[in-house]
């Protein structure tokens, strides 16, 4: 059974950095894409960044270009978000997903697999 495990959440002034991780474990995600999606209260869902788990080939929202960074760990199994220069409008909850997919899409049905999340607040 696949379970991705977020952590790194917290409360962080506008500015400042966090780093998000997601574990995965329950099956080999070689041929998997590993995304990072985010919701904001009283918002939709909305893609932040993936990363293809065998190239490291990565693609990113506009909103975060520039400032996030999604890498992953195979030893580990680990994905992680460096997110820099925080500001208030990021604060929302950080989903970890998954998909088995040979190119990387932003379309959240393409993703398969959901960790339950970790909040990220930004204080102005």
């Known amino acids: 059974q696949v379970q991705l495990v977020e952590s790194g959440g917290g409360l962080v002034q506008a500015g400042g950095s966090l780093r998000l991780s997601c574990a995965a474990s329950?099956?080999?995600?070689?041929?998997?894409?590993m995304a990072w999606f985010r919701q904001a209260p009283g918002k939709e869902r909305e893609f932040v960044t993936a990363?293809?788990?065998?190239?490291?080939?990565?693609i990113y929202a506009d909103s975060v270009k520039g400032r996030f960074t999604i890498s992953r760990d195979n030893a580990k199994n680990t994905v992680y978000l460096q997110m820099n220069s925080l500001k208030p409008e990021d604060t929302a909850v950080y989903y970890c997903?998954?998909?088995?997919?040979?190119?990387?899409?932003?379309?959240?049905?393409?993703?398969?697999?959901w960790g339950q999340g970790t909040q990220v607040t930004v204080s102005s």
């Open positions: 329950g099956r080999t995600f070689s041929n998997y894409a």
């Open positions: 997903a998954a998909g088995s997919m040979w190119s990387l899409t932003p379309v959240e049905g393409r993703y398969d697999y």
């Open positions: 990363i293809k788990w065998s190239t490291g080939i990565t």
